[in-house]
């Protein structure tokens, strides 16, 4: 939900980096984790 949310716009700011950042590190999924997930999302 959160990537959806900071990905309507198509841009992502320092804040929105920054959020993404800490909801990745209180889940515990790592950047590659995070990327395959902002891969699936595009399509």
Do not use: C, Q, Y
């Not at 590190?25 to 395959?36: D, Q, V």
């Amino acid at each position: 939900m959160v990537l959806e949310t900071v990905w309507v716009d198509g841009i992502l700011d320092p804040g929105e980096v920054h959020l993404l950042a800490k909801r990745r590190e209180n889940l515990g999924i790592s950047f590659e984790e995070h990327l395959a997930l902002v891969r699936e999302m595009l399509g």
